[in-house]
Nanobody, 125 residues
Framework: QVQLVESGGGLVQTGGSLRLSCAASARTFTRYTMGWFRQAPGKDREFVAAISRNADRTYYIDSVRGRFTISRDNAKNTVNLQMNSLKPEDTAVYYC??????????????????WGQGTQVTVSS
């Protein structure tokens, strides 16, 4: 069982920045592909970004590529999402997720085994 706790959400103006963090309780954090997803009101949950176990590969949805950066610190069991140049359409609840699969499908929500409770990000226009 892995517990994930997100932090860092909040209210920011268009063009601003936020840094989300996710702390994992896993004793073997390096066994997990880590991802960030988001869900806006009235919309389905969508993939945002993911990072491989040893951080050699990262994945992004096209709408955030170049603005968001995912990173992980395996010594601290944390994964971060640096969000720059935020837009109102980035407003959503952001979720951290962990995938223990050996062969991962990092952009697919069904691939993830554990989820955090979410943190709200609101970007005002």
């Amino acid at each position: 069982q892995v517990q994930l706790v997100e932090s860092g959400g909040g209210l920011v103006q268009t063009g601003g920045s936020l840094r989300l963090s996710c702390a994992a309780s896993a004793r073997t954090f390096t066994r997990y592909t880590m991802g960030w997803f988001r869900q806006a009101p009235g919309k389905d949950r969508e993939f945002v970004a993911a990072i491989s176990r040893n951080a050699d590969r990262t994945y992004y949805i096209d709408s955030v590529r170049g603005r968001f950066t995912i990173s992980r610190d395996n010594a601290k069991n944390t994964v971060n999402l640096q969000m720059n140049s935020l837009k109102p359409e980035d407003t959503a609840v952001y979720y951290c997720a962990a995938d223990r699969s050996i062969i991962s499908s990092p952009t697919e929500s069904l691939a993830y085994d554990y989820w955090g409770q979410g943190t709200q990000v609101t970007v005002s226009s």
